[in-house]
């Protein structure tokens, strides 16, 4: 069987502009790895996207660059196994992992649930997520959302009481998850925290920079709060359990599904509690990362809801109900 290794870059534009702690975009930039093969009279697919991300040193270019150098050894028969041990954890790792998945799914004609050794994925409630502004128009936002059931707000430092109350204002019946993006300090993290009590806040992600974040593990946490930039794969898993209540497994973070499948169970073995998160991307970054929403606490794949526009055939969204994705886009 030939196999054969093509890349593609993509660019979809965002509803208006998302915005956190580290600035603002207008249009979501993918990477595509797709490994094409004939079997007889078949011609087989797998496809897989990842969104690079400066804040881990990656680049579009460096990216696809990065995925583009491994033809050679996919060519030749390069496994998930394999591929595990070949290259790091990070955006080009998941495109490669969740394309050799897809193929691996359809030449099985095996779904890639089952391969992965989970149960059968369902329906799930995503986060909808609330870009960060003055509290005005994070207010105004939140009200034009607020029939969705649970809504993530971007948090950005110096002003976050007042964000976090004017969303609150906002949509007084959401359930709330909030995400620093790293940006608080020291010295007002327990402010925060407390403002963040007041607004019946569920889950605050990642409230400080990666490496400064040992003193979570000396304060009160009254709201349980979820690693993000502070975890990748399992080799932080240690590190972040002495700190953190719960972790949140991006594939572009872990390098593709087979890590993100073992560090969730992991994970839970250490009691901590699950968020499946996402890049903005398109359908096909948040299928494989439907396989492990039912196994969550929380599930933060709207992606595809904040562009203008998805690929074609992608998931179907009711509301905030994301359903699982059909074979035609991935799986």
């Not at 020291?186 to 009590?197: P, Q, S, V, Y």
């Not at 409230?207 to 930039?229: G, H, K, N, S, Y």
Request: hydrophobic content about 45%; aromatic content about 4%.
């Amino acid at each position: 069987m030939s196999r054969r290794l093509s890349v593609a870059v993509e660019r979809f534009p965002i509803a208006g502009a998302f915005t956190i702690a580290r600035g603002s975009r207008t249009e979501a930039v993918v990477v595509v790895a797709s490994i094409a093969c004939e079997e007889g009279e078949r011609a087989l697919a797998g496809r897989g996207e990842c969104v690079p991300y400066a804040r881990y040193g990656e680049t579009v270019e460096s990216v696809a660059e990065m995925i583009a150098g491994e033809a050679e050894a996919v060519a030749a028969g390069l496994t998930r196994t394999d591929l595990l041990a070949r290259m790091p954890a990070g955006a080009a790792r998941n495109a490669l992992d969740c394309a050799l998945f897809d193929l691996e799914a359809k030449r099985a004609g095996r779904p890639a649930w089952e391969i992965a050794g989970l149960s059968a994925p369902a329906p799930a409630t995503t986060a909808y997520t609330l870009s960060l502004g003055d509290p005005e128009s994070m207010e105004a936002a939140a009200r034009a959302a607020a029939h969705r059931p649970l809504l993530k707000v971007k948090l950005g430092g110096a002003g976050d009481p007042a964000r976090i109350a004017a969303v609150r204002r906002g949509a007084p019946d959401a359930r709330l998850i909030v995400d620093a993006n790293e940006a608080w300090r020291a010295e007002t993290i327990e402010a925060n925290l407390a403002a963040c009590l007041e607004a019946g806040v569920g889950l605050i992600e990642q409230p400080l920079p990666a490496e400064a974040d040992d003193l979570l593990a000396t304060i009160a946490r009254p709201i349980p709060i979820c690693a993000d930039e502070s975890l990748h794969d399992r080799a932080g898993l240690d590190r972040v359990a002495e700190r953190y209540d719960a972790v949140n497994i991006k594939l572009d973070k872990t390098g593709g599904l087979t890590e993100a499948v073992m560090l969730a169970h992991e994970a839970r073995a250490r009691g901590l509690s699950l968020m499946v998160g996402c890049m903005v991307g398109t359908s096909l970054a948040m299928a494989p990362a439907m396989l492990l929403a039912h196994h969550a606490d929380w599930v933060d794949l709207d992606g595809p809801l904040l562009l203008a526009r998805d690929r074609e055939p992608g998931l179907r969204f009711e509301g905030s109900t994301i359903h699982p994705p059909d074979p035609e886009l991935w799986g």
